[in-house]
């Protein structure tokens, strides 16, 4: 073969011109992969049902209007909730495994704040039924409920016995926690979609409750626990000693009630830390004492910080014994105690000691508790456990009854309360449904394509954490300590909104596809496209040899494989 | 413009003139300064080329081999161990007829350990279907750096430019760098015709061939590596015209009155060339032949100048083991076609492995072991192995 010319029937090398499409590859398959929607550990967390991961997603894109929309689907305080709601999501966020959990309250805050400034509105899409609801106590727990079933179109009155509505949102909860301004903001959407109020109006007679059946076709009761526990000490009668509910709701009209300069709170709930910080913005020295240890205490541990930071002094194991004085009180007796066993509720029990000591004091404000008031309400509803009997969706023994809030049996807490209302809401709806024609179901607004949903919280170890870079979680700022302590000025100032879209952008979105794309840029068979409809990305499955990488590399979990075929 | 360089700074500025498109690079002693170079030029801004840093010099092939499909004029640069992990994609190289380049820098092979001068490495690549050119000075090596692309591009086969590590890459010698507007004329930009990814004219390369067309493909290439022969004779000409230096497949020196003839090959040549006018000086008729192409291989012309030679010696800085040095293997093969009176006797040697000095003392000693034998006692003689005796 010298430097020959001879030349071979084949072109100059292996090239095709023909499609490759020819060749399903999906026939090798043996697995396949699916998007799946896991539930992220936040939404699972929030007693409301909010779904937190979405809504963070939405956050972080700059949609404030869409996810404060989301939010409003479960619940329809955001601004309220992102000032004091205690935020359990964040207690179990992924994130935590990387670096921080997610500042979800602040952003809600945030959410709902801007919806305030924005005035954004949501209208009833549904036309008006000639269906009508009472609600009795405008509470988060009756508001939640009015506001859902006035957007499914019934006619919803609300009846409570207070000046405003708001419940313990406004009467209970101090200033400087959540300002006026704010539940009047967001109450008054209730007003501008037609909910009526009937305040100063106290619902308890039988002849009260029997008009009311007459004239509505269903009645969610929501009054709340507002009979106070006393101590039942002697001394009790004495002059400036002041339960919690009363004290509280004077500071919330407005009122300054006389405690003197020296101050002694009973008790370790959230109510009586905010009894101990309003004492001292009245410019009284506070000392609060609890039977248990700080670590019983039911009270949030930010809360109880502030207050160590506020200037408020703690005795722990100490129980009242008697209040002494003329006239008015001047003294406590408190018996030391130790700690025992635990009791049901897993806590540490104080048993006292034969030991005693006094304080001096100018007050005292008793903090230990509330209990149902259950005179007011009909003796046929059952009752079992100082609460109102009712089932997992509020209702009652009676079918036209429904309850919710501190009423019934559950945590008290307004994410609770407002989760009440929201089951109620759709309970109300599906009894007034069946006994009558039906109409339309509102739909949900759904922001992220849900694939189907796969019951099981998603933990961090089926994420792929390699594609999030870590950061820290965002800080919220005080406004100085002088100002917190010498005014009612709310302590916690805003976040801007760059600090809340970076926040939110560091949200793994646990279990939801957010469309990043990252099984479409990985999968060797280009089979991961865009859905046809624009929304999400399917699998073509004539291709899909079921490599799994796009499984594996989902940074939020959002896609398993299939073994069964 | 003269400069004083090292190998792998001439092999720089010889890519920097080639209008190189894509660079997939991975480093490994003593190739790094090249790539160190490139980095620089880049950086800089005189440099103009894509610079790709890959996890394995298996990637780095791949890339370029991905690169040249995608129709841009692509090299990249080994050694040693480094080559040896880009075998399999030398392979797909070639089957894929991409005009990829390579600089290697000759590095012997592990274990054990051992970084300096060798030819194993590059000789082992003998079946991967690459033109191998072997070059003896820095002048030579920016030279055929730029001149591979035109050889690699005008018969497709991808093209190996070698040095010898350390003796070229890390030493200094004057080199007169070509002027770039001298360089255009020699050297086109890239054209890959119809070889390409092009995505207004969908093609699919390489897929499954089976028996009935890999016989043919395989021809192709062979026919192709006959072909570049010629080609690279053009080449070195057209060459010689632009930048007046000329270079030979195959160089005989002295031949017409040796009777004894050196083959070397790399810098060995280059010492060569001074222990020869040594020996002649002191009355011995020897001459010496360099040879540059390894593959394709130059039979006719070691027929020619081989012809009615009595001896020759040839020196190997590698070994087959089981066999013998490559050159030796390679020539001895060829020559089987002269006839018996006008075939040399083959002294094969075995010299300087792993970077042990070759110097004009040991080209001496061979002349004379060559001179005083009628026939070589072996296979193959390796020169000043210290024996263990047992």
Redesign the interface.
């Known amino acids: 073969m010298k430097h020959t010319n001879r030349e071979v029937q084949s072109t100059f090398c292996a090239i095709s011109t023909t499609s490759s499409l020819e060749n399903k590859t999906g026939s090798w398959r043996f697995a396949k992969p699916v998007f799946i929607d896991r539930l992220a550990p936040c939404n699972q967390q929030c007693p409301a049902g909010e779904d937190i991961a979405s809504i963070m997603y939405l956050a972080g894109q700059g949609r404030f209007e869409d996810a404060w929309k989301l939010i409003m689907q479960a619940n329809p305080f955001p601004a309220i909730m992102g000032r004091v709601c205690y935020h359990n999501c964040e207690t179990k966020c992924n994130r935590s495994n990387l670096d921080n959990s997610i500042a979800i309250n602040i952003v809600e805050r945030f959410i709902g704040d801007y919806a305030l400034e924005h005035n954004l509105k949501i209208l009833p899409q549904i036309p008006d039924q000639n269906q009508h609801v009472a609600i009795i106590g405008a509470g988060p727990a009756g508001l939640t409920a009015a506001y859902d079933l006035r957007l499914k179109g019934y006619q919803v009155t609300v009846f409570d016995a207070n000046d405003q509505p708001g419940g313990l949102m406004r009467y209970g909860i101090p200033p400087y926690r959540l300002p006026n301004q704010i539940i009047e903001g967001e109450i008054s959407r209730l007003y501008d979609i037609g909910v009526l109020f009937k305040q100063r109006t106290y619902i308890k007679d039988k002849s009260d409750w029997d008009r009311l059946e007459h004239d509505f076709n269903s009645i969610f009761i929501s009054i709340g626990a507002s009979r106070m526990v006393d101590p039942d000490l002697k001394g009790n009668s004495l002059k400036r000693i002041y339960h919690s509910l009363s004290f509280l709701k004077e500071i919330n009209q407005g009122k300054r009630p006389d405690i003197g300069d020296k101050t002694i709170i009973i008790g370790g709930g959230n109510s009586a830390i905010d009894c101990a910080r309003v004492s001292r913005r009245l410019g009284a020295k506070v000392t609060l004492i609890y039977r248990r240890t700080i670590t019983e205490m039911p009270a949030y541990m930010e809360e109880i910080e502030m207050a160590q930071t506020e200037g408020v002094e703690f005795i722990f194991l100490a129980a009242p014994e008697e209040f002494l004085g003329t006239d008015r009180v001047k003294k406590i007796k408190v018996m030391k105690m130790k700690q025992g066993q635990p009791d049901e509720s897993g806590r540490l029990q104080s048993i006292p000691t034969e030991e005693t000591f006094e304080i001096n004091c100018t007050s005292v404000i008793i903090s230990i508790g509330e209990t149902v008031n259950t005179e007011d309400l009909p003796s046929f509803l059952a009752f079992e456990n100082n609460s109102l009997k009712t089932d997992s969706n509020g209702s009652t023994s009676h079918a036209q009854y429904f309850a919710g809030g501190d009423l019934i049996q559950q945590p008290h807490t307004v994410t609770h309360a407002i989760a009440s209302g929201k089951r109620a809401g759709l309970a109300i709806d599906q009894y007034l449904s069946l006994s009558n024609n039906k109409h339309e179901s509102s739909k949900t607004i759904s922001f992220l394509h849900k694939k189907s949903p796969v019951n099981e919280v998603i933990s961090y170890n089926q994420l792929n954490p390699f594609y999030f870079i870590n950061k820290s979680r965002t800080n919220s700022h005080k406004i100085s300590l002088n100002e917190r302590i010498n005014t009612f000025k709310e302590v916690f100032m805003s976040s801007s909104q760059k600090d809340v879209i970076e926040e939110s952008q560091r949200c793994f979105v646990c279990g939801t596809c957010t469309e990043c794309g990252n099984c479409y840029v990985f999968c060797p068979d280009f089979s991961i496209k865009k859905h046809p409809s624009g929304f999400g990305y399917h699998i073509d499955l004539d291709y899909c040899k079921g490599c799994g990488i796009c499984v594996k590399e989902c940074p939020r979990g959002a896609m398993q494989m299939e073994f069964a075929e | 413009m003269i400069k004083v360089l090292t190998g792998n700074q001439a092999v720089a500025y010889g890519i920097r003139l080639s209008d190189v498109q894509v660079i997939p690079v991975y480093p490994i002693t003593p190739q790094t300064t090249i790539i160190e170079t490139l980095a620089d030029m880049k950086a800089d801004g005189t440099g103009d080329f894509e610079y790709i840093r890959v996890e394995s010099e298996h990637s780095a092939m791949a890339a370029c081999i991905g690169a040249s499909m995608g129709g841009v004029r692509t090299v990249t640069a080994t050694c040693g161990q480094g080559l040896f992990l880009m075998h399999e994609m030398l392979h797909y190289a070639t089957?894929?007829?991409t005009p990829v380049v390579l600089v290697n820098v000759n590095r012997a092979a592990a274990a054990p350990w051992n970084i300096w001068n060798d030819q194993t490495d590059s000789v082992s690549q003998r079946e991967t279907g690459w033109i191998q050119l072997y070059c003896e000075n820095n002048q030579e090596v920016l030279d055929s750096t730029i001149m591979a692309f035109k050889i690699a591009e005008t018969v497709?086969l991808p093209t190996m430019i070698i040095l010898d590590a350390f003796f070229l890459s890390h030493t200094s010698e004057p080199v007169e760098v070509p002027l770039i507007n001298d360089v255009r004329k020699f050297l086109p930009s890239y054209d890959p015709q119809e070889?390409w990814l092009d995505p207004d004219n969908?093609?699919?390369?390489?897929?499954i061939?089976m028996n009935n067309?890999y016989m043919?493909?395989r021809?192709?290439i062979?026919?192709d590596m006959?072909?570049a022969?010629?080609v690279i004779d053009k080449t070195h000409e057209e060459f010689e015209t632009i930048f007046g230096r000329l270079y030979h497949q195959v160089e005989g020196i002295h031949l017409d009155d040796a009777n004894i003839v050196i083959i070397a090959t790399g810098t060995v040549a280059s010492t060569c060339r001074v222990a020869i006018d040594n020996l002649r000086a002191a009355g011995h008729k020897v001459g010496m032949i360099k040879i540059k192409t390894l593959r394709p291989f130059p039979a006719?012309e070691i027929i020619a100048a081989l012809r009615g030679i009595k001896k020759i010696a040839v020196i190997d800085r590698n070994f087959s083991p089981g066999s013998q040095g490559v050159w030796a293997q390679e020539i001895r093969s060829v020559i089987n076609d002269l006839s018996d009176n006008e075939r040399p006797q083959v002294f094969g040697y075995i010299a300087g492995l792993g970077g042990r000095d070759i110097n004009l003392k040991t080209i001496e000693e061979i002349y004379k072991q060559t001179a005083k034998n009628e026939k070589p006692e072996d296979r193959d003689i390796w020169v000043g192995v210290k024996y263990v005796l047992s």
């Open positions: 089957g894929s007829r497709r070889m969908p093609k699919t390369f390489n897929s061939s067309v043919e493909f021809w192709n062979q026919r006959e072909r022969k010629q006719e």
